[in-house]
């Protein structure tokens, strides 16, 4: 399978950590943070050069010029995510945005006041939801809504989640899902879940943290009031990198919608007459804050030129390969001391496998970790390994379930 992967090239595009000993890791960590491109550091070299020789002039003559320099990730982010260029923006990181994009889209009345979650979402959203809803006055023990597997099962089900939203959709004014859920790897029925919602007259918006770059998205098409991402993980942009934004094009001239301003996200035409009244940008920059990070921008510039090259569709078509693959070769090693949560369909899931593990499951991470396999241990019992198609192999799913196996007996 690696000799016929028209993929297999890009592997040797990324530096692959080493074990103590100098081999290759087994790398299984792109759902936590990605690798880096052997081309990052050039281009964040061309950045402190131009830094180094044109001090304050950089913003307009460095080779990249700084002022319009996050839109030279505009069209491949768009593409990314199946938007309109004018519906994203890269800005801040993931929780700031999502902070940005509640308080324009999360307009809670008596009536309409709840914040549908799923249960077990990532922290960082919990407590932005929590305290979105008390800084309304509300309380999360009557105002949110936690989507919750059925008994015995370990994650939701399609009619469930429709169901639930037809009943209680009139109390709803936030739908807030994950793209593909970080603990068990369940990619949710976007398209499907904003129907329902919409139906109800509720807001949806999506984290897009595990689905970005991972599985292929038509947000436009979907029609989510808005979507944020992180962009370390899948997308390979660097520890902290900057996230993404994207605000569908009917709120595009939202002039009335409360939102947090800044000087980025003022008309630019007049930015610089720096007058006193905030005129918002047509589109998803006019949520911009603050000058963008060149120096954390220049490496995810890096990155989003590989997944062009690569092209989403061929990765979807080998993630799905891998992870079968992977999926695989843990039936063959059926044992009680372990089950993989993640739906069996490829269509419900992207990259990563998660594995349940009966007990001692830490100590068996570190036992792996300590052989070179990185995933990582999410509290209680889960295993988290994802075989990203940009540079993990055939060769990598397999070397890492035979460790897996010694490492379980
Ligand atoms: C699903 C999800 N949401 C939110 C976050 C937090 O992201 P950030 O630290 O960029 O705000 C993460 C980080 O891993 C995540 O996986």
Redesign the pocket.
Known sequence: MDTRDPLAHFRGRFCLPKTRSGDECIYLCGH?LGLQPKTASSYLEQELRDWDNLGVEGHFHAKNPWMPYHRLLTQQTAALVGALPAEVVVMN??????HLMMVSFYRPTTERHKILVERG?????QY?VNSQIRFHGFDPVSSLIELTPRKGEAFMRDEDIESLIEREGDSIALILL?GV??GTGQAFDMAGITRAGQRKGCVVGF?L??AAGNIPLRLHDWGPDFA?W?S??YLNGGP?CV?GCFVHERHARAWDMPRFAGWWGHEEKIRFQMGPDFRPMVGAEGWQLSNPPILALAPLRASMEIFSEAGMERLRAKSGSLTGYMEFLLDQQASPKFSVITPREPERRGAQLSIRLRSEGRILCDRMAAQGVIGDWREPDTFRVAAVPLYNSYQDVYRFVQRFSTALS
């Open positions: 936590s990181s993931l929780t700031v945005n999502l979402a990532f922290p960082s959203d932005a994950g859920n970080y984290d943290a595990h944020v992180c370390y993980k902290g996230g």
